[in-house]
């Protein structure tokens, strides 16, 4: 296991109030790839609790990097902040997922903030395949995810999130929800996606997604494949869309940046992972010619 020790900053050393609020809730993630001797390795990694690191996995001969990012804590509380800074150097090829689902729990009024910085070399490619997030009856929760990307490089971002903990009847019970999502290419063309949520204001209504139990985003952006690619890959992923209607709700667009944009709403977990490998596989046979992953979380 690759996980550096917890810096104890002079400001932190002398502040008893900050030392006691900010161990295991202020935590940083910091990683970066390079491509060395036909695989990708972690160069360089730091992480400080609840974030910890296991060593990249290596499934198939392309030399990708598998890694797992663990929060063993089990969720976020309110005022917690986690970080992720990500780069990636040039033909660099990594796959990010979780071993569990991303749990954010009630809070009496402070935010759990995620936020998720990326960067992308030249040619570098990104899976970046977390588990969803359960945002539990009353929880507050804020995440951003932005994504630099230089030229050639490709990122696929999946980001999925619950109505809640289903089970227990907590659909859409949150106290807060926003999420951002930015990724910019290298000629500054951009892809955003934003939302808020709070049931508080006008803000609380989901719409059509009230009768639905999970909401996900696929993207997969590059700015040097070829138009006639995105379109295959658009008409191929409608076709896999319309063959799960009634258990998936979705639609596919090409967006302003260079790629395909998915938005799905799923009737239950099994039906959201089923879409998640149905779709990862069309794009990682479109794009690279590769078959599907044999994820191991454990």
């Known amino acids: 296991m690759i996980v550096s020790?917890?810096?104890?900053?002079?400001?932190?050393?002398n502040s008893p109030d900050i030392l006691t609020e900010s161990v295991g809730r202020v935590g940083e993630l910091r990683l970066e790839y390079a491509r060395r001797?036909?695989?990708?390795?972690?160069?360089?990694?730091?992480?400080?609790?609840?974030?910890?690191?296991?060593?990249?996995?290596y499934l198939d001969d392309t030399g990708a990097a598998y890694t797992l990012l663990v929060n063993p804590s089990g969720g976020l509380v309110g005022g917690d902040r986690l970080s992720i800074d990500m780069r990636l150097g040039g033909e660099a090829h990594v796959l990010?997922?979780?071993?569990?689902?991303?749990?954010?729990?009630?809070?009496q009024g402070e935010v759990s903030i995620q936020d998720i910085k990326i960067t992308l070399g030249a040619g570098a490619v990104l899976?970046?395949?977390?588990?969803?997030?359960?945002?539990?009856?009353?929880?507050?929760?804020?995440q951003t995810i932005h994504a630099t990307l230089e030229p050639g490089a490709t990122i696929l971002l999946w980001d999925a999130v619950?109505?809640?903990?289903?089970?227990?009847?907590?659909?859409?019970?949150?106290?807060?929800?926003?999420?951002?999502?930015?990724?910019?290419?290298?000629a500054g063309q951009l892809l955003v996606e934003r939302y808020a949520l709070d049931p508080a204001t006008d803000l609380g209504s989901v719409g059509i997604a009230a009768e639905w139990d999970y909401v996900a985003s696929l993207y997969v952006?590059?700015?040097?494949?070829?138009p006639e690619v995105w379109s295959r890959l658009e008409a191929r992923i409608g076709l896999l869309l319309d063959?799960?209607?009634?258990?998936l709700l979705g639609g596919v667009s090409q967006p302003a940046a260079p790629g395909v944009a998915v938005k799905l709403l799923a009737r239950t977990a099994p039906d959201l992972t089923g879409a998640l490998d149905v779709l990862w596989a069309a794009v990682r046979t479109e794009l690279w010619n590769l078959p599907p992953v044999a994820w191991r979380k454990y």
């Open 5 to 13: 020790p917890v810096p104890v900053s002079p400001k932190i050393k």
């Open 37 to 57: 001797n036909g695989r990708t390795i972690i160069a360089r990694s730091h992480c400080t609790t609840p974030w910890h690191l296991l060593p990249p996995i």
């Open 96 to 107: 990010i997922s979780a071993p569990s689902a991303n749990r954010v729990y009630r809070s």
């Open 127 to 142: 899976e970046w395949l977390p588990e969803h997030t359960i945002p539990f009856a009353g929880s507050r929760f804020r």
């Open 162 to 186: 619950a109505s809640g903990r289903i089970a227990r009847n907590e659909r859409w019970a949150f106290a807060s929800l926003e999420n951002e999502i930015c990724i910019r290419t290298a």
């Open 221 to 226: 952006i590059n700015d040097t494949v070829t």
């Open 243 to 247: 063959e799960r209607a009634g258990s």
